[in-house]
């Protein structure tokens, strides 16, 4: 059973940090790439970041300078630092995995993050 939880998502103010995590199980996660991506109320939703298995990393513009994807294959788990944090960050972040050559993809159930004074 693939299973992709999201922790440390949360309230805080504009100008602060979170660190998102998104622990997996149930596949050979070294071998995906993992992304996080993020859904406000009414948008659609949309990558904020990935890296692939050869630790190749994309962003979003609107990540960019103040966000920073990473893994660690040894603890099944990706992480999303998160600095300079701006109302327009607040959405509901959602952890993904994918295995192209497999045709494999997998969500998390996604975990809340509020940016607000």
């Known amino acids: 059973q693939v299973q992709l939880v999201e922790s440390g998502g949360g309230l805080v103010q504009p100008g602060g940090s979170l660190r998102l995590s998104c622990a997996a199980s149930?596949?050979?996660?070294?071998?995906?790439?993992m992304g996080w991506y993020r859904q406000a109320p009414g948008k659609q939703r949309e990558l904020v970041a990935r890296?692939?298995?050869?630790?190749?990393?994309d962003y979003a513009d609107s990540a960019k300078g103040r966000f920073t994807i990473s893994r660690d294959n040894a603890k099944n788990t990706v992480y999303l630092q998160m600095n300079s944090l701006k109302p327009e960050d607040t959405a509901v972040y959602y952890c993904?995995?994918?295995?192209?050559?497999?045709?494999?993809?997998?969500w998390g159930q996604g975990i809340q993050v509020t940016v607000s004074s």
């Open positions: 890296i692939t298995s050869g630790s190749t990393i």
């Open positions: 993904n995995a994918v295995r192209i050559a497999y045709n494999r993809a997998y």
């Open positions: 149930g596949i050979a996660f070294s071998f995906y790439t």
